[in-house]
C-alpha cells in the first residue's frame, strides 16, 4: 500500500478525524451518488454504529455527516459556519443534498439512528446510509479507519498505483534504503514523493501545512472562555503561554511545547481548523514540537528547509504505523493516535537536529514505547479529557526520547518495527470500552458533571 506524506497530513476541522473528518468525507461521498442517480429523494436513513454511535455527540459526528450530505468538505468548510449550521440542523430543518433544492428532504441530528453496541464488522466506527426514491434505493455502508481515511464497503480499494522509486513496508527497509543510497529518510520520502507532485508543490503544500499548524497554536493562545460541552472545560493554553512570555526558566523551552500542543487541541476541541497528524485527537504534538524546534534550535538553518525535512521524515515514520497497525483509537486506543504522533515528531525532531537514520529510528522507538497500552477513553466522549493534556505531555515525551537518541549512536535492543508490532498486538488484546466508547476508564470513573 502506497502512502502519501499529504495522506498523513490533511487540512480540517475538529474535534476528531475518525469521527467527524471521515463521516463528512463519507456522507459527501453517497451526497454524489446520490444526486447522480436519483432526481430526487423520498426518504434517507442514516444509521450509526459503535464508536461513532457511542460517542457521536461529543465528537460532533451527527453534524458532521449532515454537513457532508449537503456538499461540505473539511478542507474546506468555514469552522464559524459549521458550527452555525450544526446548531440549526439540531433544531430540525430541510436538508438539501449538496445543496440541491431537487434534493430537499426535512431532516434533523434527531432523525440519525444511533447503534452504540451493535459491531456488524471489526470496524468500530461504521455508517450506513440508505435514500429511497420512487420506490427505489440506495445503500451505502462506510467505514471511517482513523486519520480521516474512509472505506466503502463491498468497493474494492483504490490503491495508490504510482511506481515509488523506494517503496518500503517496515523500518527495516527503510534504514536500508538510507544505507544503500547515502539518502536521509526524507530525501527517500521526496523522491516517492515526484511521483505525484513537483518539487515546488511539495514544498509548497508542506509548508502549508505548517502555515496551518502555526495558526492553529496562534489561535489557540489568543482565544478565551469554555471549551464546547457539558465539561466546561475552560481554554488553559492562553494562560500558560502568557505566563511563559513573562518569564523564563531553564526548561522554558520544554514548557512552550506543552502549551503549543495543548494551544491546537483546545482549537480541536471547540472545532476549529487543524492538521491531522496523523489524527485530530494527537493533532498537537507535530506542531508543537516543531514549533520547539523553530524558535529554539534552529540556528542558522534555513527555516523552510528544516520545515520540509521535519515533516517528511515524521510522514514516513506515520506510513508504518498505518500499514503495519493502526492510528485511529477506535481501533487500538490512544497508543495510535498520540502514541504515532509522539513517534513521528521525536523522529522529525531528530532529523532536523542531524541525526542519523539509525538515531532517527531510536527516537521513534523510545517515543512509542513509552506509550504503549494507552486507552482512549474520552470523558462524555468530548475530545478534551485527557486528550488536550495528553498531547502536551507527549510534546515532551518526543523531544525526551530525541534526546535520548541523539545522545546514542543508533545501536538499541528494541527495534521500531517491533514496538510498531506490540502496539498492534496490544491494541488488538485491549477491551472495547477502553477504544474510543467512552465506557471505560476516565469516561466511566469521573462524574461528566
Known sequence: MALSVFDLFSIGIGPSSSHTVGP???????????????????????????????????????????????????????????????????????LELLGLPGFAIPFAIADLRLHPLTMRSDYANEIS????????????????VGGGFIERAGAPSVPDNVAEPFPFDSAAELLDLCLSTGMSMAEI?????????????????????????????????????????ALRVPRRAPALAARLASSATGWAGMEWATAA?????????????????????????????????????LGDRDRDEAVTEFLLT???IGMLYKKRASISGADVGCQGEVGSACSMAAAG?????GGTPEQIENAAEIAMEHNLGLTCDPIGGLVQIPCIER?????????TATRIALSGDGRHLVSLDQVIETMRQTGADMHSKYKETSRGGLAVNVPEC
Open 189 to 229: 520520502m521526496r523522491v516517492n514523493e515526484r511521483t505525484r507532485r513537483a518539487d515546488s508543490q511539495i514544498d509548497g503544500d508542506l509548508l502549508r501545512i505548517w502555515q496551518v499548524m502555526d495558526e492553529c497554536i496562534a489561535n489557540g493562545w489568543s482565544a478565551s472562555g469554555f471549551l464546547p460541552g
Open 129 to 144: 446510509f440508505t435514500a429511497f426514491r420512487h420506490g427505489e434505493r440506495i445503500e451505502a455502508t462506510y467505514y471511517s
Open 349 to 353: 525532531l531528530t532529523a532536523v537536529l
Open 391 to 399: 498531547n502536551g505531555m507527549a510534546a515532551v515525551k518526543a523531544i
Open 24 to 94: 463528512m468525507r463519507a456522507a459527501r461521498d453517497f451526497a454524489l451518488e446520490v444526486t447522480a442517480r436519483f432526481d430526487g429523494i423520498d426518504e434517507l436513513v442514516i444509521d450509526l454504529y459503535g464508536s461513532l454511535a457511542a460517542t457521536g455527540r461529543g465528537h460532533n459526528t451527527f453534524g458532521a455527516v449532515l454537513l457532508g450530505l449537503e456538499g461540505a468538505e473539511p478542507e474546506t468548510i468555514d469552522p464559524e459556519e459549521a458550527r452555525e449550521r450544526t446548531a440549526e440542523l439540531a433544531e430540525g430543518g430541510i
Open 314 to 316: 515524521a510522514g514516513a
Open 261 to 297: 500542543a495543548m494551544a491546537v487541541n483546545e482549537e480541536n476541541a471547540g472545532g476549529g481548523r487543524v492538521v491531522t497528524a496523523p489524527t485530530n485527537g494527537a493533532a498537537g504534538i507535530i506542531p508543537a514540537v516543531l514549533h520547539y524546534f523553530l524558535h529554539f534550535e
